[in-house]
């Protein structure tokens, strides 16, 4: 099982940059750097609601499940 995070595609598809969101969503600008990686174990209900409403988007426009192989 994979969970692939496709927030950069969504950066780019809303002209935001990272730091922008980060700002507007408040975490660190390393933290989001780690999500936008797939880096992370987690992510907190509060904090994709947060960069949800910031790209305008729903959350299944960022995480995606691809089945393994």
């Known amino acids: 099982m994979a969970i692939v995070v496709n927030l950069?595609?969504?950066l780019?598809?809303?002209k935001i940059r990272g730091k922008e969101l980060a700002t507007a969503v408040g975490i660190t600008e390393?933290?989001?750097s780690l999500?936008?990686?797939g880096k992370v174990k987690g992510v907190r209900f509060a904090t994709l609601?947060?960069?949800c409403k910031v790209l305008?988007?729903?959350p299944g426009d960022i995480l995606e499940y691809?089945?393994?192989e």
């Open 12 to 14: 780019a598809k809303r």
């Open 56 to 58: 305008d988007c729903q």
């Open 8 to 10: 950069d595609v969504m």
């Open 30 to 32: 390393q933290n989001l």
């Open 49 to 51: 609601e947060l960069i």
């Open 66 to 68: 691809m089945e393994d």
């Open 35 to 37: 999500l936008r990686t």
